[in-house]
């Protein structure tokens, strides 16, 4: 798999510094201690896997579960064994796809989207304690400028992944 060169200059300290805040933050919430923490405080019995599917699901229209794992970054096998678990225990079901009917999407039942809304109210009365010494205003340029700092991260990766896809001389 080809990946678009990086520039061959040095990053900007305060580039830098980003890169080492999100390691950091991306470290601490992917702890399994707490995710657990988190799962017991939302009252939901769910592994990491299954949160970041029900997350992804809740937040899109029904997917086919290739374009969940193409979404979540992961293999097709991940996304089927886990979209099993869940519908077993019932908070995601398969309904057809509306462009073909021999195929099938992935949603949120009742319980699922119950499910999902109790892990974000838990994570954001977590982190409504740990910035409750920000102002509205700094709490306000945070979320516009995560917004726009994934919306470009998604941008590079898929004009990235269109590079690695295009003949050579073509991109």
């Known amino acids: 798999m080809s990946t678009s060169p990086l520039p061959d200059v040095p990053a900007s300290p305060e580039v830098v510094e980003i890169e080492r805040a999100l390691t950091r933050i991306t470290y601490l919430s992917t702890r399994a201690r707490q995710h657990d923490r988190l799962m017991a405080l939302a009252g939901v019995p769910l592994d990491r896997a299954a949160v970041a599917l029900l997350r992804q699901i809740a937040d ?14 992961v293999e ?49 009365r977590g982190m409504m304690l740990a910035l409750a010494d920000w102002s509205p205003e700094e709490l306000r340029q945070l979320a516009t400028l995560f917004h726009r700092m994934v919306d470009d991260f998604l941008s590079h990766a898929e004009d990235g992944a269109e590079q690695a896809a295009a003949p050579a001389g073509t991109a």
Not at 60 to 73: D, I, T
Not at 81 to 107: C, F, M, N, W
Request: overall charge positive; proline content about 6%; charged content about 30%.
């Open 76 to 124: 097709a096998s991940h996304v089927t064994r886990t979209v099993q678990q869940l519908q077993k225990s019932g908070y995601v079901t398969r309904v057809p796809d509306p462009e073909d009917r021999r195929a099938q999407r992935v949603q949120l039942t009742d319980s699922g989207q119950r499910a999902i809304d109790r892990v974000r109210d838990a994570g954001s």
């Open 60 to 73: 899109s229209e029904p997917l086919r579960p290739g374009e969940l794992a193409n979404r979540l970054g």
